[in-house]
Nanobody, 124 residues
Framework: QVQLVESGGGLVQAGGSVRLSCAASGRTFSRYAMGWFRQTPGKAREFVSRISGSGEFTDYANSVTGRFTISRDTAKNTLYLQMHSLKPEDTAVYYC?????????????????WGQGIQVTVSS
């Protein structure tokens, strides 16, 4: 069983920065892509970013490209999302997730383990 625990969220002013972390249990961390999704009330979970098993491939939603950076530390079994130039529309609950395969996709149904989510609120 894989457990994912997010940390690092909170309240930040527009234009500010936040780094999210996701600690993963298990011994096969580098075999699977990881991703970040976000969700606001009444809306479907939205793809934010993904990273391949060893970190050589990354992908971002258009809305965050150039502002967010995904990374992973396989030695620490930890996934990160560095967020800069935050906007009020980035306000959401952010989830980390483990993909079913090495490269992952943008689709939530291809991720089989999820964290509990962490709130990020960007004030204007």
């Amino acid at each position: 069983q894989v457990q994912l625990v997010e940390s690092g969220g909170g309240l930040v002013q527009a234009g500010g920065s936040v780094r999210l972390s996701c600690a993963a249990s298990g011994r096969t961390f580098s075999r699977y892509a990881m991703g970040w999704f976000r969700q606001t009330p009444g809306k479907a979970r939205e793809f934010v970013s993904r990273i391949s098993g060893s970190g050589e491939f990354t992908d971002y939603a258009n809305s965050v490209t150039g502002r967010f950076t995904i990374s992973r530390d396989t030695a620490k079994n930890t996934l990160y999302l560095q967020m800069h130039s935050l906007k009020p529309e980035d306000t959401a609950v952010y989830y980390c997730a483990r993909s079913r395969d090495y490269y992952g996709t943008k689709y939530a149904q291809n991720f089989d383990y999820w964290g509990q989510g962490i709130q990020v609120t960007v004030s204007s």
